[in-house]
């Protein structure tokens, strides 16, 4: 009788473990930071003026200011964790964040790994070189040296476009681990021509930062870039989801885009025909 007791005791015991690893694994990101009232955002802080340091060397821009509302929704305190553009899938997947605010475009590659919200942000790529190239258009890229960042959506756009027969007439593609080094690559003359999210090559045209930079027009690539969350975290995206379609809905998303994106007009967040 006793080994009854005993080997039952040790099965109530063994499966009391088993749902508490369970539960523990099944745990939503939005109980731990409701709970800890601390929410750690992925954002890159080299691409003004979505996300960059002020004068104050403080992180700044759009996406910083989505985190903070997103923070303050949640009753949490926001903390930035600077998060270079290749690093923004695996910062996620790895704990080091939980929830990526980075200008991320969602692809069905990407949404194997992680869980993407609507778009929060819409961004229309121009093609920057420098006033040394004679190129005047996306259809002079065709032989020419291009650049841009590793692991971005532009990147693809470019290679793809490498292989399909640019290649043949003398374009080439580099990729850099960031946006400052690809800026750095142009202005040295390693690359001929970048891509870049419109409203950032407007920022960097005003800031004087790097005056031999020119537009050459815009590339085929209408961008609109959502914030993500791990894969099975269904609760924590479902709650994303309602703060990005209620800072659209308040007039959140307005106000912080004219602040950090000028007066243009504010672009929309759905694709024509089709809902997310």
């Known amino acids: 009788m006793r080994n009854t007791k005993t080997f039952m005791l040790a099965g109530t015991i063994l499966c009391a473990a088993v749902a508490s690893h369970a539960y523990a694994q099944s745990a939503s990101t939005l109980d ?29 821009g759009f ?7 997103m923070a303050k929704a949640l009753g949490a305190e926001p903390e930035i964790v600077e998060t270079p553009a290749p690093d923004r899938i695996p910062a996620l ?5 939980d929830v990526l605010i980075a200008s991320t475009t969602p692809t069905p590659a990407r949404a194997m790994t992680v869980s993407f919200t609507q778009p929060y942000m819409n ?5 920057i070189t420098t006033k040394k190239t004679s190129i005047k258009g996306w259809d002079d890229l065709k032989s020419a040296k291009l650049g841009g960042v590793i692991g971005t959506t532009t990147e693809q756009l470019l290679n793809a476009q490498v292989e399909k027969g640019w290649k043949d007439t003398g374009a080439t593609y580099t990729g850099f681990a960031s946006d400052t080094e690809a800026f750095m690559a142009l202005q040295q003359g390693k690359v001929d021509a970048i891509l870049q999210a419109t409203a950032v090559f407007n920022t960097l045209a005003g800031s004087g930062q790097f005056p031999e930079f020119v537009s050459a027009g815009l590339a085929p690539n209408n961008d609109m870039v959502s914030i993500a969350v791990k894969r099975d975290d269904q609760q924590f995206l479902n709650w994303a ?5 209620q800072q659209k809905v308040s007039g959140r998303f307005d106000e912080v885009y004219k602040t950090f994106f000028g007066e243009s007009p504010v672009p929309s967040l ?6 997310f």
């Open 32 to 60: 731990t930071v409701v709970q800890t009232k601390k929410l750690r955002c992925g954002i890159m802080l080299d691409s003004p003026p979505s996300g960059f340091r002020n004068t104050s060397n403080e992180p700044d």
């Open 63 to 69: 996406d910083v200011a989505y985190c903070k509302d």
């Open 93 to 97: 997947v790895s704990n080091r964040i």
């Open 123 to 127: 961004y229309t790529t121009t093609v």
């Open 241 to 245: 989801k309602l703060f990005v379609w």
């Open 270 to 275: 759905n694709a024509e025909g089709v809902n």
